[in-house]
């Protein structure tokens, strides 16, 4: 059972617009979400984090939302740039375990 | 550092063959994690170890797969015989646990298994 879930398999966004990835979880013991991103023949790469007792992280273009009554989470990409076309992951960890999404592929285009 | 090192990159065999892939952790890191992706099913978690010992394996698929961590350096996953539905992209990953860090995960580039 999927505890992880990104409901959106792809998503086209125009240069210098904004990207908004969605992550929705099950489990409300996670204590940390990490969103991942990957690039074809690559591993995925870390590229933002937020603890459970925050609503909001941000490092440069980037920014993790987490909506803890909702249990949604989401990252937002302004301005979006051709070079984050990828394939992004969101993870939930509670212990040492990690769950991850299926995944959204976002393209950017010139 | 080199990061994690997977190998081999890409494996095709038959079906009932045996496959063998490996990973060289991160040096320093005490955890180890083996993952595979598939378009259904994302990254899904096989098997965990935490200073080289097994603690969660309840994600490997069939006791086809067996997965070693003889040292802090080096692991391998298996899987014998292997099947056609087998075939998917297998990452290696490891981290280094502290309260001071979300330990976060550093994956290999993946073995991209292919069964015929």
């Known amino acids: 059972d999927q505890q992880v879930k990104q409901n959106s398999p792809s998503l086209s966004v125009q240069e210098g617009r904004i990207s908004i990835l969605n992550c929705d979880y099950t489990?409300?013991?996670?204590?940390?979400f990490l969103w991942y991103k990957k690039y074809p023949a690559e591993g995925p790469t870390f590229l933002i984090s937020?603890?459970?007792?925050?609503d909001k992280n941000e490092d440069g273009r980037f920014t993790v939302f987490l909506n803890k009554s909702a249990k949604h989470l989401s990252l937002h990409i302004v301005p979006s740039q051709p070079g984050d076309s990828a394939v992004y992951f969101c993870?939930?960890?509670?212990?040492?375990?990690?769950?991850f999404g299926t995944g959204t592929s976002l393209t950017v285009i010139p | 550092d080199a990061g994690v090192i997977q190998s081999p990159r890409h494996e095709v065999t038959e079906m009932g063959q045996e496959v063998t892939l490996r990973c060289k952790p991160i040096?320093?890191?005490?955890?180890l994690f083996w993952y595979r992706q598939t378009m259904m099913r994302g990254l899904e978690l096989l098997i965990y170890?935490?200073?080289?010992?097994?603690?969660?394996d309840s994600g490997m698929p069939e006791d086809r797969f067996s997965a070693k961590m003889p040292n802090a350096s080096f692991s391998t996953l298996k899987i014998q015989p292997s099947e056609p539905r087998d075939s998917a992209v297998y990452f290696c990953?490891?981290?280094?646990?502290?309260?001071?860090?979300?330990?976060?995960?550093?994956f290999g580039e993946g073995s991209r298994l292919t069964v015929l």
């Open positions: 993870a939930a960890v509670t212990g040492n375990q990690f769950y």
């Open positions: 170890f935490n200073n080289n010992v097994p603690i969660d």
């Open positions: 990953a490891s981290s280094l646990f502290s309260r001071a860090n979300t330990g976060e995960l550093f």
């Open positions: 937020i603890s459970s007792i925050k």
């Open positions: 040096s320093g890191h005490d955890y």
């Open positions: 489990n409300s013991m996670f204590d940390y």
